[in-house]
């Protein structure tokens, strides 16, 4: 495996692997009384990868995919003071950044197109990390 298209497909397969595994979760799975994740959740995440630039999947890992108790999936990328953190539910995904101290926190209602302003936070990490890891 030696080009990076075969690198980001694997980090991809990856990643579905993991938010699918979240459908075995059951009621309590915490025990501290969580809630399962019905199907639309598990769907909503994987259109969500599905419509995030390849490019992207350079800075995620599988360790950045968590379930939380109340039957949403997060995403966290963090580089350096800046952050990305989406939240996707059955019906809806919020997202809040911190990039170079500007702020942005918004609910988007699930589309199949990332909103310009997430797009652009994680494009921002993206060339941080690009630049550490080239530079």
């Not at 199907?39 to 992207?56: C, G, H, K, V």
């Not at 999947?57 to 995919?65: F, K, Y």
């Amino acid at each position: 495996m030696n080009t990076m298209s075969e690198r980001l497909l694997v980090t991809k397969r990856k990643i579905i692997d993991r938010i699918n595994s979240f459908r075995k979760l059951k009621e309590n799975w915490d025990c501290y009384n969580a809630n399962s994740f019905d199907a639309t959740t598990i769907d909503n995440a994987i259109l969500f990868f599905d419509s995030l630039d390849t490019d992207y999947l350079n800075i995620l890992s599988v360790d950045d995919i968590c379930p939380t108790p109340n039957a949403t999936i997060t995403i966290e990328v963090r580089k350096d003071r800046n952050i990305v953190s989406v939240e996707i539910g059955n019906k809806y995904y919020n997202y809040f950044a911190e990039i170079n101290g500007n702020y942005l926190d918004q609910e988007q209602i699930l589309t199949s197109t990332i909103p310009v302003s997430l797009n652009q936070a994680l494009q921002q990490i993206y060339i941080q990390n690009s630049h550490y890891e080239f530079a």
